[in-house]
């Protein structure tokens, strides 16, 4: 009897891939950090739909870190530090965006408030906002 190699998985309606796997649609429930990480920046400027939590802080935590080494190996004081800090933010600044309004899209809340970055108290309360749980009334900002 031939060794024949097993058959493909098979696939979801519309191209959404191996069965099992969530399209850039929909939110990834419980994403490791390598998966909400490619995630971040293959929705680079998609500020439609919905993320989950998972999917919001492992950028949020990747960003983070290489902020910190960049100031650990380049040092704050010194111009290249400062330069590479600065386009490394400047460039992460769109997705991050995006990836915040999605979440708040999935708290059932519009995007526009992350306007409250302008203020003090703002940032407390969109870390709240973050932090909550996925809420029906966010089903409106689902992308078909």
């Given at each position: 009897m031939?060794?024949?190699?097993?058959?493909?998985?098979?696939q979801?309606?519309?191209?959404?891939?191996?069965?099992?796997?969530?399209?850039?649609s929909?939110p990834?429930r419980?994403?490791?950090?390598?998966?909400?990480?490619?995630?971040?920046?293959?929705?680079?400027a998609?500020?439609?739909?919905?993320?989950?939590?998972?999917?919001?802080?492992?950028?949020w935590l990747?960003?983070?870190?290489?902020?910190?080494a960049?100031?650990?190996?380049?040092?704050?004081?010194?111009?290249?530090?400062?330069?590479?800090?600065?386009?490394?933010?400047?460039?992460?600044?769109?997705p991050?965006?995006?990836?915040?309004a999605?979440?708040?899209?999935?708290?059932?809340?519009?995007?526009?408030?992350q306007?409250?970055y302008?203020?003090?108290?703002?940032?407390?309360?969109?870390i709240?906002?973050?932090?909550l749980?996925?809420?029906?009334?966010g089903?409106?900002?689902?992308v078909?």
């Amino acid at each position: 009897m031939a060794d024949y190699p097993p058959p493909p998985p098979p696939q979801q309606p519309y191209g959404a891939g191996p069965v099992g796997e969530v399209p850039l649609s929909q939110p990834l429930r419980g994403a490791s950090p390598r998966d909400a990480i490619v995630r971040f920046f293959k929705k680079y400027a998609g500020f439609e739909g919905r993320a989950s939590r998972s999917e919001f802080w492992w950028p949020w935590l990747f960003a983070f870190v290489v902020n910190t080494a960049i100031s650990l190996i380049l040092g704050n004081d010194s111009a290249a530090g400062s330069i590479v800090g600065g386009l490394f933010a400047l460039a992460i600044l769109v997705p991050q965006l995006a990836v915040g309004a999605r979440r708040l899209h999935d708290t059932g809340r519009s995007g526009w408030w992350q306007l409250l970055y302008l203020t003090c108290i703002g940032i407390i309360v969109l870390i709240v906002f973050w932090a909550l749980p996925e809420k029906a009334e966010g089903d409106k900002y689902n992308v078909a």
